[in-house]
C-alpha cells in the first residue's frame, strides 16, 4: 500500500495490534518510523499452520524485532495455581490461545528456520525478565538466560526507544558504509555488542574493572546460595544510575547485560508520547472488543518508572527506580486528543502511572542519587533526600479538568498513601500532601479508592518493603475524615496478598482479626505468584533472603496456600468451622474471639458468591505492561470499569 519494495523492520508481537502508547510493539514501531525506517507489524501470527504470517513480508533490510506482548505470556496463561485460563484480555474478544507460551522462543525459532541469516532482536516484559538465570514458577524449575533457549540474536530489556533505535542505527550505517545488503549475523554481535541496555552471547568474558561476574549458571543450579547471591547483584544494577556490565557463564557461552541508559529526560518521554498514535485498534478487527485496549483508551500514562520498589513487584526491573515525567504540555496534548475519540462521554479513567502520585518526584540532590544503590526510596522509610512534593501533581489534574469536553478525571492507578502521609520538616510541604489528598479523594475517585497495604504483619511487611500497617490506620482515619467534611459515601479497598515469602498461617489470622477490626470484608486478594527478577520469587526458590542469605519461611504447597487464603474469608459461613478448627490448633484462642466471638451464626455472609475472590486471578504485582502498568486484581462485582491494566478484570499498579 507504501509502495515499499522492502521493509527495514518487522516487528512480530504477541498481542492484538493497536496503535497506542501503552503498547509496546506500537511505540517501537511509532519510534523507528519517526527515524525513517519502514516497519511492519506483524499481530499475533499463526505458529500451528504453514507458517504464512512469518513468510508474507519477506526478509527485512535490517532485523526482525520480537515483542511477545505488553504481559507476560505465562501470567497471561496460567493462574497462581498453575491452571490455564481460559481468556486473553490482549486478544479481539479476549479468545484464548492465539499465541504460544513464550512466543520469544517460538516465534524466534520459526523464523530463524525461515530466514537463517537474519538477524533477531527480542523485546518486551517476557525477554526483559530473563535475560539472566531465572526461576520459572510454572516449570518449577531455574532456566538459564532467555538468550539460551531461543533463537535470537540481542536481547533489550527495559523501555526499548533507545536501545532498539540505536541497534537499528548501527545496522543502518554499517550496511551504508560497506555497501552491503545485509549484516551477517556473525558481524552482528560485535557492532551492537556495547549497546546500553542490549544484552547479548560471547564467546569468552570481555571484562573491565567495573564489570560484575555473577555465580554460573550450572553453579546455581546446584547451590541456590549462589542464585540468591547473584540475584542482589542483578536489582542492585538495575536501580543504579551508573550502573556495571553483568555477565554469567551458561556452559560454553558467556551473557552479557550491558547496563541500561541513564534515566530519560522530560523531552525524551515527550518525543514517544507525541507520535501519531491513533489510539485505536487496527481496523482489521472490525470493532470487535480488546478488553486490554477498553480498560486503557480514555487512561493518560503521565510518568515510567517507580521508587517503591516493592519485592514482589517487576517495575524497577524493567523501568527502573528514577521517575521519567512528561511535560504538563505533552500531558494536556494527550488529553484534548482523548476528548475528541469517538464515545468519549467526558470522563478520563485514569491520570497516572505505575505509581499514580510519583509524578515528577525525585532526589533533592542528584549527585546523591547517581551514588545510591538501595532498590526502594520508601523502604524501610522515605529517603530524607526524596521530594515528595505533590503540587506538580495538583497543577496537572486542575489543567486536565478545565479542558473542553472534560467532565472529570479518575485516578485509576495505585496511591502510595506513605508518600502522602510524608511529614517531612516543611509545614508548607506538609500542607501540600493534605491538600491532594482532599484533592484526590473529593474529586478523582469513582466511589472506591484502591490502596495497597498488601499485609498486616510488620516481618512480612518488612520482606515486602511495604510500610508498616499503621500508616494505613492512618490514612483511613484521614479518608473518612474528607469523607464527612464533604459528605462523601466513599469506600477504601485494601488489596492484600497470601502465601507471599514469611507469610504464616498464624500471620494470616491476625490479618483476618486486624481487617475485622476495620469493618472490612474484603475483596480484593490474591495468592503470591512467582514471577521472573523479584526479591520474592528468589525467596520462594532458594528460601533465602537475597540481602541477608537468611533463611526465610515460604508457603509452597497447594494445602498451606489454601489454609493461608482461607483466612481472608472469614465471614463466609462455610469457612467458620475450618477456621475454628485451625486456630484452636495454633492455640490462638484469642484470634478466635476477635474474629467469631459470639456472633450468632446468621451474622455471617451466607452467600458466598457475593465475595469477590476468584483463584484464577491475574496477579497485580508484575509490571506486565510495556508503560508500566500492571496486571491488576479482578474487580469486585460491583465496581465500575473505572481502572486501568493489562486486563479487562484489573487496575494499575499498586505500590
Excluded at 383 to 410: M, Q, T
Excluded at 455 to 480: G, Q, S, W
Amino acid at each position: 500500500m507504501r509502495g515499499w519494495e522492502q521493509l527495514d523492520v518487522i516487528l512480530f508481537s504477541g498481542d492484538a495490534y493497536v496503535d497506542h502508547p501503552s503498547f509496546g510493539a506500537a511505540v517501537i514501531g511509532r519510534v523507528l518510523e519517526a527515524e525513517g525506517y519502514r516497519v511492519a507489524i506483524v499481530p499475533q501470527p499463526n505458529w500451528r499452520d504453514d507458517l504464512r504470517d512469518f513468510k508474507k513480508l519477506g526478509r527485512p533490510r535490517l532485523f526482525f524485532g520480537i515483542s511477545p506482548g505488553a504481559m507476560d505470556s505465562m501470567v497471561n496463561h496460567y493462574t497462581a495455581a498453575r491452571r490455564r485460563r481460559s481468556d486473553d484480555a490482549y486478544t479481539p474478544d479476549g479468545r484464548a490461545g492465539q499465541r504460544p507460551d513464550m512466543p520469544s522462543i517460538v516465534y524466534s525459532k520459526i523464523l530463524r528456520d525461515i530466514f537463517p541469516d537474519v538477524p533477531i532482536v527480542l523485546g518486551g516484559i517476557e525477554a526483559s525478565l530473563r535475560r539472566l538465570s531465572y526461576y520459572d514458577y510454572w516449570e518449577d524449575r531455574l532456566r538459564p538466560s532467555i538468550l539460551c533457549e531461543c533463537a535470537a540474536d540481542a536481547l533489550c530489556y527495559g523501555m526499548g526507544e533507545k536501545p532498539m533505535t540505536e541497534v537499528a542505527s548501527r545496522i543502518d550505517h554499517y550496511l551504508n558504509e560497506s555497501g552491503e545488503s545485509r549484516v551477517e549475523r556473525q558481524a552482528l554481535v560485535s557492532l551492537i555488542a556495547d549497546v546500553p541496555q542490549l544484552v547479548c552471547r560471547r564467546p569468552v568474558i570481555e571484562e573491565t574493572g567495573d564489570d560484575i561476574v555473577l555465580h554460573p549458571y550450572e553453579e546455581c543450579l546446584k547451590n541456590k546460595r549462589a542464585q540468591a547471591e547473584n540475584f542482589r547483584h542483578i536489582e542492585e544494577e538495575s536501580n543504579k544510575w551508573h550502573a556495571s556490565c553483568l555477565w554469567q557463564q551458561t556452559g560454553d557461552v558467556f551473557i552479557k547485560v550491558n547496563p541500561p541508559y541513564p534515566p530519560l529526560s522530560t523531552e525524551e518521554v515527550d518525543r514517544s508520547f507525541d507520535l501519531p498514535y491513533t489510539r485505536m485498534p487496527h481496523p482489521r478487527y472490525n470493532g470487535k472488543r480488546i478488553p486490554a485496549y477498553e480498560m486503557i483508551r480514555f487512561s493518560i500514562c503521565m510518568h515510567r518508572g517507580c521508587f517503591g520498589g516493592c519485592s514482589f513487584c517487576t517495575i524497577s526491573a524493567h523501568q527502573g527506580k528514577f521517575i521519567a515525567s512528561r511535560s504538563k504540555e505533552s500531558i494536556l496534548r494527550e488529553a484534548i486528543q482523548v476528548t475528541k475519540m469517538p464515545d468519549f462521554k467526558g470522563y478520563i479513567s485514569d491520570l497516572g502511572g505505575p505509581s499514580a502520585n510519583m509524578y515528577r518526584m525525585r532526589g533533592k540532590d542528584l549527585k546523591l542519587c547517581e551514588k545510591c544503590k538501595k532498590p526502594s526510596c520508601l523502604a524501610p522509610g522515605v529517603c530524607p533526600n526524596l521530594n515528595a512534593d505533590h503540587r506538580p501533581l495538583l497543577e496537572i489534574y486542575k489543567a486536565v479538568d478545565a479542558l473542553p469536553g472534560v467532565k472529570k478525571s479518575f485516578i485509576g492507578s495505585g496511591v502510595r498513601y506513605d508518600l502522602i502521609l510524608n511529614d517531612g520538616k516543611d509545614g508548607e510541604f506538609k500542607a501540600a500532601n493534605m491538600k491532594y489528598a482532599e484533592e484526590l479523594i473529593c474529586n478523582h475517585v469513582s466511589g472506591r479508592l484502591k490502596v495497597a497495604p498488601e499485609h498486616t504483619n510488620p516481618e512480612v511487611l518488612k520482606i515486602m518493603r511495604k510500610p508498616p500497617f499503621e500508616l494505613f490506620h492512618r490514612f483511613k482515619a484521614l479518608f473518612d475524615e474528607i469523607n464527612r467534611k464533604h459528605g462523601l459515601r466513599q469506600q477504601i479497598i485494601p488489596y492484600f496478598i497470601s502465601s507471599h515469602p514469611g507469610s504464616t498461617e498464624a500471620a494470616m489470622a491476625e490479618l483476618a482479626a486486624e481487617t475485622k477490626s476495620l469493618d472490612f470484608q474484603l475483596e480484593q486478594v490474591q495468592d503470591f505468584t512467582p514471577t521472573p527478577m523479584t526479591v520474592s520469587t528468589e525467596i520462594y526458590y532458594t528460601g533465602l533472603h537475597p540481602y541477608t542469605l537468611q533463611p526465610c519461611f515460604c508457603a509452597h504447597n497447594p494445602a498451606e496456600k489454601q489454609k493461608q487464603r482461607a483466612f481472608f474469608f472469614w465471614y463466609q459461613r462455610e469457612n467458620v468451622p475450618t477456621l475454628r478448627a485451625e486456630l484452636q490448633k495454633m492455640g490462638r484462642r484469642d484470634l478466635i474471639d476477635r474474629l467469631f466471638g459470639n456472633m450468632p451464626q446468621r451474622q455471617f455472609d451466607r452467600n458466598p458468591k457475593t465475595n469477590n475472590y476468584d483463584p484464577n486471578k491475574k496477579p497485580s504485582y508484575p509490571d506486565y505492561r510495556a508503560d508500566g502498568r500492571n496486571a491488576g486484581r479482578s474487580q469486585g462485582k460491583n465496581e465500575k470499569n473505572d481502572r486501568n491494566g493489562n486486563s479487562a478484570r484489573g487496575h494499575r499498579p499498586r505500590r
